[in-house]
């Protein structure tokens, strides 16, 4: 799909669907629209009316275009408080156009470049948003589908008003792109299934982010012999189960020009999460080749770092295992000890996330990075807080948690902050072991589980945990561009961030 932006009269541009956009309380006898009911007979407020219309975000007018107009239909889309200074109508907006032209079978998009004539736009960021949504909107994974669904839209044009905005919006554009592939590696990588995406399969993935990345990205990759030597075993029990071969994953980006910062990423590579022999009901267990998310997302960041060449070092660590039952499987009650000599007793085995990132932290340390940060789908009980749509953040450092929830807001993913309320640490002591990996009570999850994990961050390192059970897969669809599966969470807001440093 290629998307353009130039200066021109949306009215008269030669396209299948054209797309306007109309805010709440816009005044409907302004010269545009004026304009716009001219064309189509004076009819405008009338179907506004019939059609319940109003600007609201999620609300769309389809209108048979006539006469003047060059196209087949008009599509006009609410998009929201004119005040509201974010670009969520924006992309939703763009959403319910992807998914119009869909249905009508459009081929070529023409839509007005949103938010000119508003104090608080910036070109640049609206063009970004507004491309990120086409490209996001119109992703399929239709690899096991014998027949292919056809995506029929093949050119977006967003057409503007002023040529310096038009100047603006074509970087914006491109940086669109960078995130959409980002986002695109993600998703293809959870929606696989977990008989092929296995850790030897997320393992060839990162050799092969190494190949196109022109030299800037190097990997090393322990087997279970490497990771034994390196007392990895907190790891090496989640994958004693499973007939799958584990691997440990660390991709290394280093800049051409001397980096300001290091940064470690890591992310929970479970390919398949069947509970263990804690074993998961079948509801459960269904979606649980998406436990392999935040391994996806660092894997989706890395494939663009060629390209948005930062200037920071970053680290990306990846300890791939399937989590099965098996008579060589892990049992609850038994007792590992992790690289850092800390004993756990595993009473869950379906507790595995905390277990396989324990080691991995331990492992990210090693390089003093500035930052340290991991995403997880590492608890139901997020969901429980959050609901599906919210990823749940937790962090040892004011600063460093407020610049993540900024940047979530910016690249438009759902972040809320939740305590590590200290005194719930007693909640995973254990008897017989340094600590337990599930909590004694049967409240609070997302929290014990952060605190299980930061009991394996040193006392002066910056961490933040990202909980993205809920929002990287999505079992409905979240929002109009967001479909169901796979989402690519976190590899917006990671870019996001890694870009401002
Ligand atoms: N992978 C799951 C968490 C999960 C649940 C991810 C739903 C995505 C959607 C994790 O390994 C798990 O099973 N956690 C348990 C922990 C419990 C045993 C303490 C949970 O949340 O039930
Ligand atoms: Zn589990
Ligand atoms: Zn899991």
Redesign the pocket.
């Known amino acids: 799909m290629q998307i353009t932006c130039s200066k021109g009269d949306i009215l008269q541009s030669q396209a299948d669907l054209i797309v306007i956009g109309v805010y709440e309380n816009e005044d409907w006898d302004n010269p545009f629209l004026t304009r716009v009911n001219e064309l189509i007979n004076g009819k405008l407020t009338k179907l506004a009316k019939t059609q319940e219309f109003s600007g609201k975000i999620e609300e769309s007018l389809l209108l048979s275009a006539k006469n003047g107009i060059a196209s087949d239909y008009l599509l006009i889309l609410g998009l929201g408080s004119q005040t509201a200074n974010d670009l969520i109508g924006f992309r939703d907006a763009c959403g319910i156009a992807v998914q119009t032209a869909r249905r009508l079978g459009s081929q070529i998009i023409a839509i007005e470049f949103f938010g000119e004539d508003s104090d608080t736009f910036q070109a640049t960021a609206t063009a970004q948003a507004m491309a990120e949504s086409f490209l996001i909107a119109s992703y399929n994974f239709d690899v096991y589908k014998t027949k292919k669904d056809l995506s029929t839209i093949t050119a977006v044009t967003i057409i503007g008003e002023n040529s310096h905005d038009v100047k603006k919006a074509k970087n914006g554009i491109e940086k669109a792109r960078l995130i959409a592939d980002g986002v695109t590696v993600a998703r293809d990588l959870v929606n696989t299934p977990a008989q092929d995406m296995t850790p030897t399969r997320l393992s060839q993935v990162a050799k092969e982010i190494t190949q196109i990345s022109k030299g800037s990205v190097k990997i090393k990759l322990f087997d279970k012999e490497k990771c034994k030597k390196k007392n990895m075993n907190a790891f090496l029990a989640v994958a004693q189960g499973s007939n799958e071969p584990p691997f440990f994953i660390e991709l290394i980006y280093k800049p051409s020009k001397p980096a300001k910062k290091i940064i470690a990423l890591v992310g929970?590579g479970?390919t398949f999460?069947s509970?263990g022999l804690?074993l998961?009901p079948g509801q459960?267990m269904e979606?649980?080749k998406?436990?392999m998310?935040g391994a996806a997302t660092v894997l989706g960041v890395f494939s663009t770092l060629a390209r948005l060449n930062p200037r920071v070092e970053i680290h990306g660590y990846i300890a791939a295992t399937e989590?099965m039952p098996s008579g060589n499987a892990i049992r609850p009650g038994d007792i590992v000890c992790a690289s850092n000599n800390t004993t756990i007793e595993i009473a869950?085995?379906?507790?595995?996330?905390?277990l396989t990132l324990a080691d991995a932290f331990i492992q990210a340390q090693k390089i003093k990075p500035d930052y340290l940060v991991d995403l997880?789908?590492?608890?139901?009980?997020?969901?429980v807080a959050l609901g599906e749509e919210v990823a749940g953040l937790m962090s040892n450092n004011r600063d460093f948690a407020t610049t993540l929830l900024e940047k979530a807001q910016t690249a438009g993913e759902l972040l809320w902050e939740l305590p590590l309320v200290a005194s719930y640490d007693k909640l995973i002591k254990s008897e017989v072991a340094d600590v337990k990996?599930?909590?004694s009570v049967p409240y609070g999850?997302?929290l014990?589980?952060g605190l299980f994990l930061q009991r394996f961050i040193g006392p002066n390192q910056i961490w933040a945990h990202i909980d993205?059970?809920?929002p990287?897969?999505a079992e409905r669809e979240f929002a109009s561009y967001l479909t169901k599966g796979a989402t690519g969470y976190g590899v917006r807001t990671l870019i996001k961030w890694i870009e401002s440093m």
């Open positions: 929970k479970i999460d509970g804690s998961k459960h979606t649980m998406c436990d998310a989590n869950n085995t379906d507790a595995e996330g905390r997880a789908t590492l608890t139901g009980a997020c969901m990996n599930i909590p999850g997302v014990t589980a993205i059970a809920g990287a897969f």
